[in-house]
């Protein structure tokens, strides 16, 4: 039971295309991994087909340092991710973020982008990332939403229309001065 307590989740950086080989591996040795992943959209908007992971080179397990030294000798695994060489633990709340998205079917477009800070916070009021908070990129037509990821220094971004979007006081007008309102 102790052992369940000090298990934190990492990211471990992988070789290009060995997401799927290196998750697999590790849930066979019982570490337990989440692999974010998302079918990108082809031509049309119309989904592709095949899984792909949503950060290429990049893994999260969940596991307590002192007891999975294993964790080096999967073919295809870099490092862990974190300053100085040192494994950093990622927020669990980061995790469930990731998991909420990638989890939920939606025709929404998803994309990973540069990591930013800048932009309005407001929440997801409606549709299937209801209860997400992150920050609002109007456009034209609907809302890039962009929620940070500071475990990855990136950012995925969510297509959603207006209407799902719940504003503070404060952002409102931002917001309709964007619309052109």
């Given at each position: 039971m102790a052992e369940h307590l000090t298990r934190h989740?990492?990211?471990?950086?992988?070789h290009p295309k060995h997401e799927f080989r290196v998750a697999s591996r590790l849930e066979k040795w019982g570490i337990e991994v989440f692999l974010p992943q998302h079918r990108?959209?082809?031509?049309?908007?119309?989904?592709?087909?095949?899984?792909?992971?949503?950060?290429?080179?990049?893994?999260?397990?969940?596991?307590?340092?002192?007891t999975n030294p294993k964790l080096y000798h999967v073919p295809g695994v870099i490092?862990?991710?974190?300053p100085s060489k040192r494994p950093t633990p990622v927020e669990d709340d980061e995790v469930v973020r990731?998991?909420?998205?990638?989890?939920?079917?939606?025709p929404m477009k998803?994309?990973?982008?540069?990591?930013?800070?800048?932009?309005?916070?407001v929440s997801i009021r409606d549709g299937p990332f209801a209860g997400l908070s992150g920050l609002l990129h109007p456009t034209a037509t609907c809302c890039e939403f962009t929620i940070c990821f500071p475990s990855l220094q990136s950012t995925i971004t969510l297509s959603v229309p207006f209407e799902w979007v719940a504003l503070t006081d404060l952002a409102a007008p931002s917001l309709a001065n964007e619309r052109g309102s």
């Open positions: 989740w990492y990211v471990v950086q992988v990108p959209l082809g031509e049309g908007g119309i989904s592709a087909g095949r899984k792909e992971a949503l950060f290429p080179g990049y893994v999260f397990c969940r596991l307590s340092l002192p490092r862990l991710l974190g990731l998991q909420t998205i990638t989890s939920r079917p939606s998803l994309g990973t982008t540069n990591y930013t800070k800048v932009g309005i916070v």
